[in-house]
């Protein structure tokens, strides 16, 4: 009886941490959305060549946002602004930095309605897939349950309680999912 208490248990702080980490992926997806403001996260994937080794560019220099649609890079050493730059021209950034000897600036454009639609479309997609994790998620916990069940491990009634926490669990995090998403489309389409 202790095991099966101990494996429901388990089985439920597992399925709760991997859910956590699929909330967590789509929310640093969705800081990646570029929303006619200022976020340093958008740079966060971007890599700089520094002296052969791909190097994260938030490790290489300061960045900081002195006006809302303006990001300030200043590298710690002078000499890798020319390749911080290379490196900002090849992602998928899509803004044109400005490199005036000692900082580089990145001026993030207005958005146009059409834009911001798109944006909001983008976004839709990304809310889709996370869901889409987190009930893989909630399948697979329910499908050890049952086996469990089958093996003997738990009992029919432990069973239930098992499904019906894992699909509280699912709910919850599919809420959350939709709450960021609000959140990102309202920052997308205002103005």
């Known amino acids: 009886m202790q095991e099966a208490v101990s494996m429901t248990t388990e089985l439920i702080k597992d399925t709760k941490q991997r ?20 976020n340093a996260s958008i740079l966060d994937r971007i890599s ?3 002296y052969g080794v791909p190097t994260p560019l938030n490790q290489l220099a300061s960045i900081t946002i002195p006006e ?11 000499g890798t602004l020319g390749d911080i730059e290379k490196a900002i021209l090849m992602s998928d950034v899509g803004i ?3 490199n005036d000897g000692s900082v580089v600036r990145l001026v993030i454009p207005a958005l146009t ?9 983008t976004v839709g997609k990304e809310q889709e897939g996370a869901k889409v994790r987190v009930r893989n998620i909630r399948r697979d916990a329910i499908d050890h349950a049952k086996k469990a069940e089958k093996n003997k491990e738990i009992t029919e009634d432990d069973l239930k309680g098992l499904e019906k926490d894992i699909q509280k669990l699912t709910d919850d995090f599919v809420k959350e999912i939709e709450k960021l998403t609000a ?7 205002e103005k």
């Open 113 to 121: 309605q059409e834009r911001r639609q798109e944006l909001a479309k």
């Open 19 to 38: 859910m956590q980490k699929t909330v967590d992926a789509y929310q640093r997806e969705l800081g990646s959305i570029r929303a006619g403001r200022a």
């Open 96 to 98: 044109t930095p400005s």
């Open 183 to 189: 959140e990102k489309e309202k920052e997308i389409l």
């Open 48 to 50: 700089v060549e520094y």
């Open 68 to 78: 809302a649609r303006m990001l300030l890079i200043t590298p710690y050493d002078k």
